[in-house]
Every structure is written in structure tokens, then in C-alpha cells.
């Protein structure tokens, strides 16, 4: 049973379009997570969203708008796409079981290639 | 301000070694989790290793070991028994009292190549 997953795997589209990434969870768990992965791997958080409450929003810019309708579902859209916004998209959830223990379950990413 | 530093870019090591990759950080917070991710070529991200600030024994699980230096501000991963399994991109993460442990921090990454 797949724990976090992401459609589509893959985007290819142009510059100017809007476009959208959706997560489901089937763990259970309270918080969600969009993560963005650029060309040389770094890893940087976007948003985090706790039982459909956001509560992290890292400086991104008001073109990416994540929309939670319930706790299993975290879905990220993207407004005026630019060849920047290319790299791959990780959704992620966790339950905070213990102070400072909180893994975070990785969907497989989604790879957005705008042109 | 918070940091993660992986300063090897790359490793190799042949199989059936041990090898450790660094992640050294940089945080005034009193309580942090440490973890480790794996991410081979196909992309996931794989957890492997957690642990706490205030944690007395090193992690442990499998073939991974974390050897955490609390004084030093490392905790470097260890990988016995390699495999060509083991081949991908080893990233070191944080969590952090001051933003609630809610978000993950990560290194740079470092990547690991096990040869025959």
C-alpha cells in the first residue's frame, strides 16, 4: 500500500502556464509537507500544513498556493509557471510522536519541467 | 541561524566496507533531532537514522550507526558491510526547538558510490 503519493510523476509545461501537483497520505498522520528539490539536490521546505491549518510558509513566492482539504490530502498549485519553478516536488507527512523526533514519509516527487 | 554542513560532495568505497559521511551543524537551540535520508537514483527519499539532541547512545540501526559528537556539533553517519545497493545520495536533516520541530533541514547532500 503506497503511504504518500503524488500525481502526476511527471510535468512538462510552458512558461506562463498554471499548473497543479495533488499528495494523499494514507498514514493517518496530522501534518503535511511540500518540499522543493533543485537541480544540484538541495532540499528546502515550502509549506507545512497541520490538520489543514498552515503553519509554515518559507518565503515562497504568492505564485504557489498549497490548499489542504482535509489532513490526507495537501495539494500544491502553481500560478504563472517560470523556467525557475523547474525542479522536483516532494509532499511529506509525519506524526510528531516525540519532542524533536518527527520523521517525515516522503512521497516519490514529482519532476516539473517548464520549457 | 541554523546549519548543515556535508563537506564530502562524493564517496566512493568498495563493497563490504565501512564508510562514514560527515554532517557536521551549527544551532544555539538546546534540543535537536538529527536524522539521515537516503535517496538512490530512482529518487525517494528513504529515512534511515534518527537521533535526539539529548539522546545518550549513539543510534543504531541495521548497518547504520550515527555517531553522534554533541560537543563537536557531528553526527556522522556510518555504513558497515557496504553494498552496491548503497550507491545514491546520503543526506543529513534537522529538526529544531526553535521552529517547533515542525520542518526539516537539510545538508547538501553527499554521494555515496560503492564499487565491486
Known amino acids: 500500500d503506497t503511504a504518500v503519493s503524488q500525481t502526476p510523476k511527471y510535468l512538462v509545461t510552458q512558461m506562463g502556464n498554471d499548473k497543479s501537483i495533488k499528495c494523499e497520505q494514507n498514514l493517518g498522520h496530522d501534518t503535511m509537507y511540500w518540499y522543493k528539490q533543485d537541480s544540484k539536490k538541495f532540499l528546502k521546505i515550502m509549506f507545512s500544513y497541520n490538520n489543514k491549518e498552515l503553519i509554515i510558509n518559507e518565503t515562497v513566492p504568492n505564485r504557489f498556493s498549497p490548499k489542504s482539504p482535509d489532513k490526507a490530502h495537501l495539494n500544491l498549485h502553481i500560478n504563472s509557471l517560470e523556467l525557475g519553478d523547474s525542479a522536483v516536488y516532494f509532499c511529506?507527512?509525519?506524526?510528531?510522536?516525540?519532542?524533536?523526533?518527527?520523521?517525515?514519509?516522503f512521497g516519490p516527487g514529482t519532476r516539473l519541467t517548464v520549457l | 541561524a541554523q546549519k548543515i554542513t556535508q563537506t564530502q560532495p562524493g564517496m566512493f568505497v568498495q563493497e563490504k566496507e565501512a564508510v562514514t559521511l560527515d554532517c557536521t551543524y551549527d544551532?544555539?537551540?538546546?534540543?535537536?533531532?538529527l536524522f539521515w535520508y537516503k535517496q538512490p537514483s530512482s529518487g525517494e527519499m528513504i529515512f534511515l537514522i534518527y537521533?535526539?539532541?539529548?539522546?545518550?547512545q549513539n543510534a543504531t540501526e541495521g548497518r547504520y550507526s550515527l555517531n553522534f559528537q554533541k560537543a563537536r556539533k557531528s553526527a556522522n553517519l556510518v555504513i558497515s558491510a557496504s553494498q552496491l545497493g548503497d550507491s545514491a545520495m546520503y543526506f543529513c536533516?534537522?529538526?529544531?526547538?526553535?521552529?517547533?520541530?515542525?520542518?526539516?533541514?537539510f545538508g547538501t547532500g553527499t554521494r555515496l558510490l560503492v564499487s565491486p
Open positions: 537521533q535526539g539532541s539529548y539522546d545518550q
Open positions: 536533516a534537522m529538526t529544531f526547538m526553535n521552529t517547533g520541530f515542525q520542518k526539516l533541514v
Open positions: 544551532t544555539s537551540d538546546p534540543s535537536y533531532g
Open positions: 511529506a507527512s509525519s506524526q510528531v510522536k516525540r519532542i524533536s523526533y518527527n520523521e517525515q514519509f
